[in-house]
């Protein structure tokens, strides 16, 4: 029996592992202080935009360097292990985070919050298709896939709304240190969970072997190389809700007990797409949405850009729209294309590209939003309109040639 196989004794249940996984996602994002976390920089740890803006750059910069090999590592040792490993590590970050008193412990904690992180993105994704596989319901896994990432954002939002009227009855810190409560239930979740049985080779790779492999891929797979950094341009309009969001409020006049709720309607519109990405995918062809999303994401940040009122925050809701219906979809797209081998390291390479892309514009937009806000949205809708128009024009291209041989 290889380390990927589940004991005989006891088949491996689809359904259940998936409703499990789900709950993993759920209680590791249901983080109370994520509604408020720049805000308590700011405000309790008095940092600047700026220097909010490094600490993510630092923080997307170590995700970078980590990202690809904790696919690997998934690929080479397990699933469910790789897991383990990664929510140690990360609530072992977060809890000092919610500690630190200095700039210097601060960065020390998102070492530690980053690198937990990367061993979670990507293995959730290959998780779920593993585990289809089993009973070729492969085709389902963009609607799982939508579902969870739905079920996650729901968790996020939640455990916000109550963050935030949590730090605006107590202290900024108090929803910081109940974060890592929620790892403690994740725990239990994984310790129910089963590794996937997967098809492999009698001769298993080596670490090494693996990551080669997977460069391979992307290298010769155009098709694949080409969706992939479609999404990564995509994604990289996170940043604007991760990094601008709450200072936004916060300098349009909203008070901190409503930072939670007032991020509802962004979140939700997210979750909402993720789960009809699968159906929306299938009516419109997968670059057409991807076109669609693009100009979302664009359109969004134009307007925050472009109007200076609180209204504006509909522009969120846009760019969080957009990228719900894309990426669902988009990764179905590769993971259909991906030998199971190879599967954690390929989904990797998108979390490893928004790593490469949020620890540039992290930067950016925070220094510039110091300044000016609306300067920071605007820059960020040019520089992902022309990367990402860019991509498609190859991807759509690469799909003529593939046609044509």
């Known amino acids: 029996m290889t380390p990927a196989a589940a004991p005989a004794s006891r088949p491996f249940a689809v359904n259940r592992n998936l409703r499990l996984l789900n709950a993993l996602g759920v209680f590791t994002l249901a983080q109370p202080g994520l509604a408020i976390w720049v805000v308590y920089l700011l405000d309790f740890r008095h940092l600047t935009l700026a220097q909010v803006g490094v600490m993510e750059a630092f923080y997307w910069g170590v995700k970078l360097l980590m990202e690809v090999p904790s696919g690997a590592v998934a690929d080479r040792f397990g699933r469910r292990a790789t897991f383990w490993l990664g929510l140690i590590i990360e609530g072992a970050g977060v809890t000092m985070f919610a500690f630190a008193s200095n700039f210097p412990i601060l960065l020390a904690s998102y070492v530690l919050w980053s690198s937990g992180f990367s061993f979670r993105s990507g293995n959730d994704q290959a998780y779920i298709y593993d585990s289809l596989a089993t009973e070729g319901r492969e085709t389902e896994f963009s609607k799982h896939a939508g579902r969870y990432q739905a079920l996650t954002t729901a968790a996020f939002t939640i455990a916000g709304i109550g963050g935030a009227w949590l730090a605006s009855v107590s202290t900024l810190q108090l ?45 010769d797979v155009r098709l694949v190389r080409y969706a992939l950094l479609t999404q990564i341009a995509i994604e990289t309009g996170m940043i604007a809700s991760i990094l601008l969001m709450q200072p936004f409020l916060q300098q349009h006049g909203v008070s901190l007990a409503w930072f939670g709720l007032l991020q509802t309607p962004a979140t939700l519109a997210g979750a909402l797409a993720s789960i009809a990405s699968a159906r929306v995918a299938y009516w419109l062809g997968i670059r057409r949405l991807a076109v669609f999303a693009v100009a979302g994401v664009a359109g969004g940040l134009a307007m925050l850009a472009a109007v200076d009122h609180a209204g504006a925050f509909v522009g969120f809701v846009a760019l969080q729209l957009a990228i719900g219906f894309a990426t669902p979809a988009i990764s179905g797209y590769v993971n259909d294309r991906t030998d199971s081998s190879i599967r954690a390291t390929m989904m990797s390479f998108v979390p490893l590209g928004t790593s490469l892309t949020f620890a540039f514009v992290g930067p950016f937009a925070g220094i510039v939003g110091d300044a000016s806000l609306r300067l920071a949205f605007g820059g960020m809708a040019l520089g992902i309109l022309l990367t990402a128009c860019v991509s498609l024009t190859l991807w759509r291209a690469t799909e003529r040639d593939t046609l044509a041989a």
């Not at 790892?183 to 790779?205: F, I, W």
Request: aromatic letters at 4%.
């Open 175 to 219: 929803p910081m240190m109940l974060g890592v409560v929620p790892y403690l239930a994740g725990a239990v979740c994984l310790a129910l969970m089963q590794e996937p049985p997967r098809k492999l080779a009698s001769h298993r790779s080596s670490y090494v072997e693996t990551l080669r492999t997977a460069v391979r891929a992307l290298r």
